[in-house]
């Protein structure tokens, strides 16, 4: 039943967006759960050894287990370094009361310990959140929040935190990339996303009698996948040895369970596994201000980036993954005037940052089209 749920979905999508939207916004999600496998297997590797959760991965990983993920320490480090030690030791101690509202409202097993769940029934509790936040960050890509009034931008921050809840070091990303256009939207979502969006809230739950033989081979292509391709746009290139490695432990399982059949388990690997073989193209980019920060007047700048024009105003524009594409943030240098070229053409420009602190533009001295890069993203 709930991938006929999730087909129809799919399917009210397709009809309503335009196929390269759909597209966008299915490969962020996929990315979502790429990034989150590594963290899912580790758990289920340390349950298997321990017998039980391994509640360390909560602190110590990048976010993408269960709960709260801004009890995350990296993501908390992240968070002091562009937020300041306020916002980040606010976040991690809300985020640790709502775990453990979470886990008293949760039922308790009769050893008193948590369940150890398998690999795809992790992936598959994920899931929903993951559709739900590639969809929700195409519809910022078509808002522009900052032309919004206050109380409008905080709704949107809310509604972004709440519903599109990647990992924790995503959130701070994403959060930082709204400050530049959208303070109190990124203000809003911070205070939600991690501590008590979607995903946290959505408690555990028993992933027992989900293994499925069928959905392990596909999870294994598809991470063996991404992995060769270094992480094939959808996830950072340092994730491609942890996904080589989870690959080889998804085939594992496929061969342990050849006779388990439980095909609600498939939605999650038939999602990563479309991910990895239709590609990811990058997410469309309207001009705006300038986002590249600790530019100064006077400094010489080379840029490679695609040309985004809106109106009179022009950027040379390229995306930035701290995670994955799910947190993916505009680098974007805007230009002093508009170079020969058509929109949507990748160019190397060359040239000397003018204006004030508020208004920096790039005087371009060079322009030359170049080639489409295989990975159109930075990773930072």
């Known amino acids: 039943m ?5 087909a129809i979905a799919v399917l009210a999508l397709a009809m309503l967006c335009a196929p390269e939207t759909l597209r966008i916004a299915l490969a962020s999600a996929a990315s979502s759960l790429f990034e989150t496998a590594p963290f899912v297997f580790a758990g289920f590797l340390f349950a298997r050894l321990f017998r039980r959760r391994c509640a ?4 110590l990983s990048c976010g993408c287990g269960r709960g709260p993920s801004a009890r995350s320490l ?7 370094i562009l937020f300041g030690p306020f916002v980040a030791a606010a976040r991690f101690v809300a985020a640790m009361l709502v775990a453990a509202m979470v886990r008293r409202r949760s039922s308790p097993h009769a050893d008193g310990s948590e369940s150890i769940s398998n690999p795809l029934g992790e992936l598959g509790a994920i899931l929903p959140c993951a559709l739900i936040a590639g969809g929700a960050l195409q519809l910022l890509d078509a808002i522009e929040p900052a032309r919004l009034s206050a109380p409008a931008n905080a709704l949107l921050g809310a509604i972004l935190g ?3 809840s990647p990992c924790a070091l995503g959130a701070v990303a994403l959060g930082g990339a709204l400050r530049v256009h959208a303070p109190v939207a ?3 979502f911070l205070c939600i996303a991690g501590i008590a969006d979607l995903r946290a809230l959505r408690g555990t739950r028993d992933a027992a009698q989900s293994d499925d033989a069928f959905a392990y081979a596909m999870l294994a292509l598809a991470l063996a996948i991404v992995a060769w391709r270094h992480g094939g746009a959808l996830v950072h290139p340092a994730f491609a040895g942890a996904l080589g490695c989870c690959g080889g432990l998804a085939l594992v399982c496929a061969c342990v369970y050849r006779r388990s059949r439980f095909t609600p388990s498939r939605a999650a690997p038939a999602l990563m596994l479309a991910g990895a073989m239709l590609g990811a193209p990058p997410p469309q980019y309207h001009a705006t201000e300038t986002t590249l920060s600790d530019l100064f007047a006077g400094e010489r700048l080379t840029f490679t980036g695609v040309l985004a024009r809106e109106g009179a105003a022009s950027s040379i524009v390229r995306y930035a993954i701290t995670c994955c594409r799910a947190d993916a943030a505009p680098i974007a240098v805007r230009l002093d005037r508009a170079p020969p070229y058509l929109n949507g053409t990748w160019l190397r420009v060359e040239g000397r940052i003018t204006g004030d602190a508020g208004d920096l533009r790039l005087i371009a001295e060079h322009a030359e089209r170049v080639a489409t890069p ?3 993203f930075l990773y930072r």
């Open 2 to 6: 709930r991938v006929t749920l999730y």
């Open 56 to 59: 360390l991965l909560e602190y």
């Open 74 to 80: 990296p993501a908390a480090a992240a968070t002091w």
């Open 162 to 164: 709440f519903v599109a």
């Open 186 to 188: 990124a203000a809003t």
């Open 374 to 376: 295989p990975d159109p």
